[in-house]
């Protein structure tokens, strides 16, 4: 069976099923937070740190009371644990066992780690930390005689190697900097450990991405997860001809959907709020997929000389009307308590912005909080004569 649906329904089944903008939500805070990464899947963790990490800010879009602790309190209760889903993540416990393909993978060099393997240093690593408990890359520093060929870079590149095999976890982290320990030592009693037969792994990504994306192709499913393709495309054959998916077309291209999802287009957008996204929330990540679905064809800077920077450094999607509208470049300065917006551009699409301005605003001012500032400064706008506009609004904000 075939359906389909105009690019605004499909935007509004894929913002639904992402959660965004969030719904007022009951019950405790915690609790919203751990619904937010069960539903979603993971929580991609990142190290770039000019406004809140991007855990942390994807969880906040998703849940306004998040707190930083509510995380490591999900780590210390053995709720969610960290390890890779297209990249470092935190991911629920509840899916553990569903990681183990991708840890056999890289045990038996199915899949090679971007680290050469050494097997004496693996040996020495892991016993080290058996012997002597939770252990960080620092504790493996020599400082007196060295031993043979081993420095610090060797035993860091085991301890990832361990981690990626899944001899060790992360049950922690101090400073942002990673703790290791056994994983015996790490999961929860009652884990179940069985290993998950191909298909059943390729229903698990199935279901779980289009539970949380409203809509998906095999690429997008597959995205960064090394040799599933072929499988997840075989099984996403398999559960349309059972009527379990459902084939729906958006401006002439097929995706696929869970059945249940599309009751989510009876229920309302709130269109009216706006929200501040991190470049690696779960619904930008694939920017190819956002190109399509949403006509926003964005990049993370970063990662770009300065000198062939369009918008900044770090920009930030910004979702408004079921749509992303424009991108802001942030800057936190902690030592100040000052948030810079260096530059913010809107797209084209945008003609008015009287009501965007009036909802930007109204972030803002929650973003200001989230990111521990008392203070803002607008330095550009594209175009530039929107600038007056936008900083008489937030005048009020900058004191």
Same mark, same amino acid.
């Given at each position: 069976?075939?359906?389909?649906?105009?690019?605004?329904?499909?935007?509004?089944?894929?913002?639904?099923?992402?959660?965004?903008?969030?719904?007022?939500?009951?019950?405790?805070?915690?609790? /919203?937070?751990?619904?937010?990464?069960?539903?979603?899947?993971?929580?991609?963790?990142?190290?770039?740190? =000019?406004?809140?990490? $991007?855990?942390?800010?994807?969880? *906040?879009?998703?849940?306004?009371?998040?707190?930083?602790?509510?995380?490591?309190?999900?780590?210390?209760?053995?709720?969610?644990?960290?390890? *890779? #889903?297209?990249?470092? $993540?935190?991911?629920?416990?509840?899916?553990?066992?569903?990681?183990?393909?991708?840890?056999?993978?890289?045990?038996?060099?199915?899949? #090679?780690?971007?680290?050469?393997?050494?097997?004496?240093?693996?040996? *020495?690593? +892991?016993?080290?930390?058996?012997?002597?408990?939770?252990?960080?890359?620092?504790?493996?520093?020599?400082?007196?005689?060295?031993?043979?060929? %081993?420095?610090?870079?060797?035993?860091?590149?085991?301890?990832?190697?361990?981690?990626?095999?899944?001899?060790?976890?992360?049950?922690?982290?101090?400073?942002?900097?990673?703790?290791?320990?056994?994983?015996?030592?790490?999961?929860?009693?009652?884990?179940?450990?069985?290993?998950?037969?191909?298909?059943?792994?390729?229903?698990?990504?199935?279901?779980?991405?289009?539970?949380?994306?409203?809509?998906?192709?095999? $690429?997008?499913?597959?995205?960064?997860?090394?040799?599933?393709?072929?499988?997840?495309?075989?099984?996403?054959?398999?559960?349309?001809?059972?009527?379990?998916?459902?084939? =729906?077309?958006? /401006?002439?291209?097929?995706?696929?959907?869970?059945?249940?999802?599309?009751?989510?287009?009876?229920?309302? +957008? /709130?269109?009216?709020?706006?929200?501040?996204?991190?470049?690696?929330?779960?619904?930008?990540?694939?920017?190819?997929?956002?190109?399509?679905?949403?006509?926003?064809?964005?990049?993370?800077?970063?990662? =770009?000389?300065?000198?062939?920077?369009?918008?900044?450094?770090?920009?930030?999607?910004?979702? %408004?009307?079921?749509?992303?509208?424009?991108?802001?470049?942030?800057?936190?300065?902690?030592?100040?308590?000052?948030?810079?917006?260096?530059?913010?551009?809107?797209?084209?699409?945008? +003609?008015?912005?009287?009501?965007?301005?009036? $909802?930007?605003?109204?972030?803002?001012? #929650?973003? +200001?909080?989230?990111?521990?500032?008392?203070?803002?400064?607008?330095?550009?706008?594209?175009?530039?004569?929107?600038?007056?506009?936008?900083?008489?609004?937030?005048?009020?904000?900058?004191?």
């Amino acid at each position: 069976m075939q359906e389909s649906l105009s690019i605004q329904q499909a935007r509004k089944l894929v913002l639904l099923s992402q959660r965004l903008p969030p719904r007022n939500q009951a019950g405790h805070a915690s609790a /919203a937070t751990l619904s937010a990464i069960e539903h979603l899947g993971y929580i991609q963790i990142d190290t770039i740190s =000019v406004v809140q990490r $991007a855990h942390h800010h994807t969880l *906040w879009n998703r849940n306004p009371r998040y707190k930083a602790s509510q995380l490591e309190q999900l780590l210390a209760d053995k709720q969610v644990f960290e390890y *890779w #889903s297209h990249a470092a $993540a935190y991911l629920p416990f509840r899916d553990y066992r569903f990681s183990l393909p991708r840890k056999r993978a890289f045990a038996t060099g199915k899949q #090679s780690h971007w680290y050469e393997r050494d097997e004496q240093m693996l040996k *020495w690593v +892991l016993k080290r930390i058996a012997t002597e408990g939770p252990l960080m890359a620092k504790d493996f520093e020599h400082t007196g005689k060295k031993i043979g060929e %081993w420095k610090t870079k060797p035993a860091k590149r085991a301890l990832e190697y361990l981690f990626m095999q899944g001899d060790l976890m992360v049950p922690c982290r101090v400073n942002f900097h990673k703790v290791y320990d056994l994983t015996e030592r790490v999961l929860p009693e009652g884990t179940d450990t069985t290993m998950p037969e191909p298909e059943e792994y390729a229903r698990f990504l199935i279901t779980r991405y289009l539970y949380a994306n409203g809509l998906g192709q095999s $690429a997008e499913i597959a995205y960064l997860l090394k040799d599933t393709k072929p499988l997840v495309s075989a099984t996403l054959e398999d559960m349309v001809s059972t009527g379990e998916l459902l084939l =729906v077309c958006v /401006a002439g291209t097929l995706y696929h959907v869970l059945p249940a999802s599309l009751e989510l287009l009876s229920k309302p +957008l /709130a269109r009216s709020k706006l929200k501040i996204l991190s470049p690696f929330d779960n619904l930008v990540i694939q920017r190819q997929r956002m190109k399509a679905l949403f006509g926003f064809d964005y990049l993370i800077e970063c990662y =770009v000389p300065k000198s062939k920077r369009q918008y900044g450094y770090f920009s930030l999607p910004i979702l %408004w009307d079921g749509r992303l509208v424009a991108r802001m470049d942030c800057k936190n300065e902690r030592n100040e308590s000052l948030l810079h917006i260096h530059h913010l551009a809107l797209e084209p699409t945008v +003609l008015r912005t009287d009501a965007l301005f009036l $909802a930007l605003r109204k972030e803002l001012e #929650s973003f +200001l909080q989230f990111n521990h500032c008392n203070k803002l400064r607008l330095h550009k706008t594209s175009p530039a004569k929107v600038q007056p506009e936008l900083q008489t609004l937030i005048n009020d904000l900058t004191r």
